[in-house]
Nanobody, 128 residues
Framework: QVHLVESGGGLVQPGGSVRLSCTAS????????IAWFRQAPGKEREGISC????????YLAETAKGRFTISRDNAKNTVDIRMDNLKPEDTAVYYC?????????????????????WGQGTQVTVSS
C-alpha cells in the first residue's frame, strides 16, 4: 500500500520561499512520475509540476515557471518542490500525487485522473 505524506507548509510572507516535501512509503519514487497539485479556496485543484521517473525531466505550469522547482531525492525517497517569490495567490493546499504505472508524466500531466495515489495535502499561506 502506497502512502504519501506532504510536509513543509506554513505561513510565508509575500516574496518568501518554502520547500515542500513528499515522502512515500510502500513504494520507491525513483522510477515513477510524481506531481504536485494545489487547491486554493473556492477553486479547482490545479497541476503545478511533474517530474518524470525515467530521466528526471520536469514539467511546470505557467504560473510556476521561474519560481518553482521540482526535484527528486532518491536516497530519501522524496520529491520536493521549492517555491520562491511567493505571492498571496499561491495560498492553497498543496498535494503530491504519483502515477504508479510507468515512469512518464502523463499527457496531459495536469489531468488528475492519471494519478493513482494522493497525499492528504499541506497548507501554504502567503500573507504579511
Amino acid at each position: 500500500q502506497v502512502h504519501l505524506v506532504e510536509s513543509g507548509g506554513g505561513l510565508v510572507q509575500p516574496g518568501g520561499s518554502v520547500r515542500l516535501s513528499c515522502t512515500a512509503s510502500g513504494s520507491t519514487l525513483d522510477s515513477i512520475a510524481i506531481a504536485w497539485f494545489r487547491q486554493a479556496p473556492g477553486k479547482e485543484r490545479e497541476g503545478i509540476s511533474c517530474i518524470r521517473g525515467s530521466d528526471g525531466r520536469t514539467y511546470l505550469a505557467e504560473t510556476a515557471k521561474g519560481r518553482f522547482t521540482i526535484s527528486r531525492d532518491n536516497a530519501k525517497n522524496t520529491v520536493d518542490i521549492r517555491m520562491d517569490n511567493l505571492k498571496p495567490e499561491d495560498t492553497a493546499v498543496y498535494y503530491c500525487a504519483i502515477k504508479s504505472y510507468g515512469p512518464g508524466c502523463p499527457a496531459p500531466w495536469e489531468a488528475q485522473k492519471w494519478y493513482t495515489h494522493w497525499g492528504q495535502g499541506t497548507q501554504v499561506t502567503v500573507s504579511s
